[in-house]
């Protein structure tokens, strides 16, 4: 037997696949429920990957098969619907799709119940975890690079698809939360929720984050963010960070690494570094869950900080001045966004 039961809420065409085959690569965890509301759908999931019960109700999933720790796989606008009945039926851990939210008043209530939840929940940004990522973070961390000086991140999509893994890659270098953002956004195209996936956000962001130690990092998430990976929209993600004595630089299929004009660099497979990041991710949360000091580096109150840079950003393009963080958020902003962006 496995110490841990898991389990997936929606396992459509999407990243349930990635989060169960990860169960290939984690030994202290079985994937034993899934739910999801399309008959067929969870029924020829759980064949395929041998999951012995499935569930068309998640509330029913909590109390039959009491996972220990549950995959949120579901739009944003009923996660914290998932953390509520988590909570109260004593469910012990969620790891919860990106991003966490969409704008301030939703923002808002996570918060609030943060601040009073026993529920331990971390945010699925596993790339946090690809031992590609840990290597180049642990070089930074070690000082191998000096004294950190500026960060250079992107992303592909929008800042609700991929602009928090962005932000989160920031803070695995730089744990310490930006003090202020300047930002500016284009294109209202993203906006709308043609597919129903509901990842609204304008279509381009370029940011400015100010740290208290003077680092500053540039974030861009869009069409206008660098083209490094393959043909694909998602395909693109990148950070780089600079320091006094070189630099470190990932993207989602290569490396560079340069320390006193000595240049080393090399490629990956992402796939490759997914399936094993998926799987570093969850057993982290195991950690967690058996060491109450071994606090999950993706932990809710993490997310909650990423997300309020997000809004700081949506707020200073709007008012076009400099926004100090943590902010409040205004309520309407996405309203606000559309007026502006047409």
Not at 152 to 158: K, L
């Amino acid at each position: 037997m496995s110490d841990y039961k898991c389990a997936i809420i929606g396992v459509g065409q999407n990243r349930a696949r990635g989060l169960a085959a990860a169960y290939t690569h984690i030994s202290r965890g079985e994937l034993v429920a899934v739910s999801a509301r399309t008959d067929e759908v969870r029924e020829a999931f759980a064949a395929e990957y041998s999951v012995p019960s499935h569930f068309a109700d998640y509330q029913e999933m909590f109390e039959k098969a009491r996972p220990d720790v549950v995959h949120v796989n579901t739009p944003p606008d009923v996660r914290l619907d998932i953390m509520v009945a988590a909570q109260e039926a004593g469910i012990p851990a969620l790891i919860v799709e990106k991003p966490l939210a969409i704008q301030g008043e939703d923002y808002r209530e996570i918060q609030q119940f943060a601040a009073d939840a026993s529920l331990k929940v971390c945010i699925n940004h596993q790339l946090h975890f690809h031992p590609r990522r840990v290597e180049l973070q642990d070089h930074v961390a070690n000082g191998e690079i000096g004294e950190i000086r500026f960060i250079d991140a992107s992303c592909g999509m929008n800042l609700a698809y991929q602009g928090t893994h962005t932000l989160q890659a920031i803070g695995a270098f730089h744990p310490d939360p930006p003090t202020s953002v300047f930002g500016q956004v284009s294109g209202s195209e993203g906006l709308s929720d043609p597919r129903g996936k509901k990842h609204l956000a304008p279509d381009s962001t370029l940011a400015i984050l100010n740290f208290a130690d003077g680092v500053q990092a540039t974030l861009q998430s869009g069409e206008t963010a660098p083209k490094v990976g393959r043909e694909t929209i998602n395909t693109h993600k990148r950070i780089a960070v600079h320091g006094t004595r070189g630099y470190v630089h990932w993207t989602m299929w290569g490396w560079e690494i340069g320390i006193d004009g000595k240049t080393t660099s090399g490629s990956h497979e992402y796939p490759d570094e997914d399936i094993l990041g998926q799987a570093g991710m969850t057993e982290a949360m195991f950690a967690w869950l058996e060491d109450d000091t071994q606090t999950h580096p993706l932990n809710l109150d993490s997310a909650l900080t990423d997300f309020n840079t997000v809004l700081g950003i949506y707020t200073s393009a709007l008012e076009h001045r400099v926004v100090d963080l943590p902010l409040t958020p205004s309520d309407g902003l996405f309203e606000a966004l559309r007026r502006r962006l047409g």
